[in-house]
Every structure is written in structure tokens, then in C-alpha cells.
């Protein structure tokens, strides 16, 4: 987040970029006429503005401005980044963050994955999930 001049906690980032109400429904009349002309969804484009302020919601469904999405399996080297990442800094609800780590990957891709692969072929144990009679990690909360 350094790079991309993000404050280094939430709290911070919020009120630096003019705190306020959060609001899951994104305002589209806060999203500058120059951003909405970019032919961008809604969603995109509040995501936009959202980069300083609320990072975790940008990158939870999009990479950094300079970055290609991957697409696909994973490969063994986002693997073991994956797995670095989480033992570094463990896992939450904050996968827009963790994904900052994972070049290409944004946050719904790493939640996925942590679920699927992660959580299923039990590298990593998590008392928040249990596994079903067919091997697929739920989330008990």
C-alpha cells in the first residue's frame, strides 16, 4: 500500500480521504465525472476512488492500476506466495489487503482460494471453517 501512497491502518486511510458514513451501496455521485467517463461499471468506478480511502474495497475486486488480472489455476509460485503471505501476516476479513501481496490476484481470488485449496487440503487449519463429508471448507464463523 506504500507504493500506491495508502495510510498504514484503515483508521487513518478513512479520515485522510475525508471520513464519512460507510455504505456498502456505492454514492455514484461521489465518483468524479472524469472517472465515470472512462466507460467503467459502477462498481469499478467507485471502487476507484475507494484506493486511498477504503483499500481493502479496491482490492478486493481489482489489482493495482499497473497490474493484468490473472485468471485461472494458480500457479506453484502464487502458491507459495499465498502461504508466505498468510504465515507472515495470517488471515482475516481483509482479503483486498492480503491480495496486495499476491502480484495479479485480487481479494475474492485469494478468499476462494484459501477456501478451496488452502483450507481443503488442510495446510492451513482454521477453527472458522469445517469440512463437509465431501472435503469442501465451509465457514462457521
Known sequence: CKMYGIAENAGQAWEANGGG?????PDMSQVP??????GWSDAKAFAATMLSKNPN???Y??????????????TEE????????????????KWG???TYIPQ?????????YRDVIIAQGLITDKRFRMTLSGRAVYVG
Open 21 to 25: 458514513k460507510f455504505m456498502r451501496k
Open 33 to 38: 465525472s472524469h472517472i465515470r467517463a472512462k
Open 57 to 59: 474495497t479496491y482490492f
Open 61 to 74: 475486486r481489482h489489482v493495482a492500476p499497473h497490474e493484468q488480472q490473472a485468471t485461472g489455476e494458480w
Open 78 to 93: 502464487e502458491h507459495n506466495l499465498f502461504l508466505e503471505t498468510a504465515r507472515k501476516f495470517g488471515v482475516g476479513d
Open 97 to 99: 489487503l492480503f491480495a
Open 105 to 113: 490476484r485480487v481479494g475474492y481470488q485469494c478468499s476462494s482460494y
